[in-house]
């Protein structure tokens, strides 16, 4: 019998990681997210700045090189509807392009097929016709632009402005100013969805993105910290009432537990489990015990809205990046080492993460840049990060393929197994795993 090195890791090491989840029944119809979703995201390249040709640059790399290893989601990161212009930043206010009911649009200056009311249809063309699927980032209710003007609410049945009780309601009858998204205060705040007029805002933005022909819907502001089950119920219900599939997705996931996710993980295709990951080794260090927790609570690939539900640990800034609420695109190489990098891939591919990719792909494949370096990255991506897993399928870390392993002996049963390249800080002590001989059987 012939084992891949994947076979062989899940064979001896890990059976209950690497299953498949069984089929309990037969499908009428494709099931949601039946396998962790991958792609490319533009937040860890652009923060907010990315234009039309820029995505589409990269949505066509994402096509050409890592389709056919199932990365098909391409995903616009947040404030595609803010104009770039001077003063405009991350939680500026009164540069947001909006429409007469308050829903945000994409700004016509970074997007400009998105002119004459057009929205994202043009773009999610494109990227269909690459065999792909478009994504975009949304954030939590309503936005302080439009409550300060007071827009009208959009009646989706009608066609017309909301009336009620002989009145028609608008923006500061449904936002709740008090529940402002706590890392973005001037930017967005919460909707009564007690109220019909507030579940009817949000349903006519959903409507909108599918009409445009939007597939995959990143919510923020509305997990972890700033948990809204109210609004994640509500725009779940939406969801599955659609006659396309929309994959449903929620950010970020400071503080997350399983407890906490179990409340929303049968509304949702993936959640975020952790803060920000950035290109620190810190960063990458602090998913390993999260990752065991849910992996225990057994929510690894659960039922889900139409399908499945995955616990994400957020994109992979590996590559050529920005800055964490930048306004510039990208300008550096991640601070992470080849090492680091593989590691970083292969954790999220053993977890069963969502791998969405956050480096701009135009730069590390042309040809100028693309040095074995980027080449053994894109490699890895192509094969979900298990190429950097073979030093763990190894019998002992005396092999000289367990490049940066050391092992001792603790006692006669115990063995410490340190990462021995060093830290990004001196004062960071190495991750280590341990092994204990197996008991023997009586």
């Given amino acids: 019998m012939k084992l891949s090195v994947l076979g062989f890791f899940c064979f001896f090491f890990a059976p209950s990681l690497c299953r498949v989840p069984s089929e309990t029944h037969v499908k009428t119809e494709p099931e949601h997210a039946s396998t962790p ?24 790399i994402v096509s050409n090189r890592l389709k056919p290893h199932g990365y098909e989601f391409v995903v616009v990161d947040y404030l ?18 909006i429409d007469e009911w308050g829903r945000p649009i994409p700004d016509p200056g970074r ?56 009145r028609q309601w608008r923006a500061k009858d449904i936002g709740v100013k008090e529940r402002a998204c706590a890392w ?90 952790t803060g920000d990951d950035w290109d620190t080794w810190r960063d990458v260090l602090s ?13 690894i690939g659960a039922k889900g809205l139409l399908g499945r539900s995955w616990p994400d640990l957020d994109m992979l800034p590996l590559g050529w990046l920005t800055d964490p609420g930048s306004n510039e695109g990208p300008h550096r190489t991640s601070n992470l080492n080849l090492d680091e990098q593989r ?35 894109l490699q890895d991506l192509a094969e979900g990060g298990m190429l950097g897993i073979r030093a763990l399928g190894l019998i002992t ?11 001792k002996a603790l006692d006669q049963d115990l063995e410490q197994i340190c990462w021995k390249e060093k830290s990004e800080s001196k004062f ?3 991750p280590c795993l341990y092994k204990r001989k197996p008991l023997m059987a009586s």
């Fill in 80 to 97: 595609w509807y803010r104009r770039k212009v001077e003063g405009a930043y991350t939680d500026s206010l009164g540069f947001d392009v």
């Fill in 343 to 377: 590691t970083q891939i292969t954790l999220w591919a053993m977890a069963k993460s969502p791998l969405m990719f956050g480096g701009d792909f135009p730069y590390i494949t042309s040809r100028r840049r693309c040095r074995s370096k980027e080449k053994v990255l």
């Fill in 37 to 60: 979703p991958r792609g490319w995201n533009s937040y860890d390249s652009f923060c907010w700045t990315i234009s039309e040709e820029e995505f589409l640059q990269n949505a066509e």
């Fill in 184 to 273: 973005m205060s001037h930017g967005f705040m919460s909707v009564n969805t007690k109220l019909e007029a507030g579940r009817a805002f949000l349903r006519s933005l959903y409507l909108q993105y599918a009409e445009w022909g939007v597939d995959f819907v990143k919510h923020d502001c509305v997990f972890g910290d700033d948990l809204d089950v109210e609004e994640i119920t509500f725009v779940s219900e939406v969801l599955r009432k659609l006659d396309r599939p929309i994959i449903y997705s929620l950010s970020p996931g400071t503080s997350v537990t399983p407890a906490m996710a179990k409340e929303v993980s049968g509304l949702v295709n993936m959640y975020r489990i």
């Fill in 397 to 407: 870390c005396k092999d000289p393929k367990a490049n940066g392993w050391s092992t």
């Fill in 428 to 430: 960071e002590e190495p």
């Fill in 111 to 166: 997007w400009p097929s998105s002119k004459g009311g057009k929205g994202f249809s043009e773009v999610a063309k494109k990227v269909h016709g690459m065999g792909l699927k478009f994504g975009i980032h949304v954030m939590r209710g309503i936005s302080l632009q439009a409550f300060n003007a007071n827009t009208p609410i959009l009646d989706t049945v009608k066609g017309s402005a909301y009336v009620d009780s002989g």
């Fill in 287 to 299: 998913h390993f015990d999260i990752t065991r927790d849910f992996s225990t609570a057994k929510m």
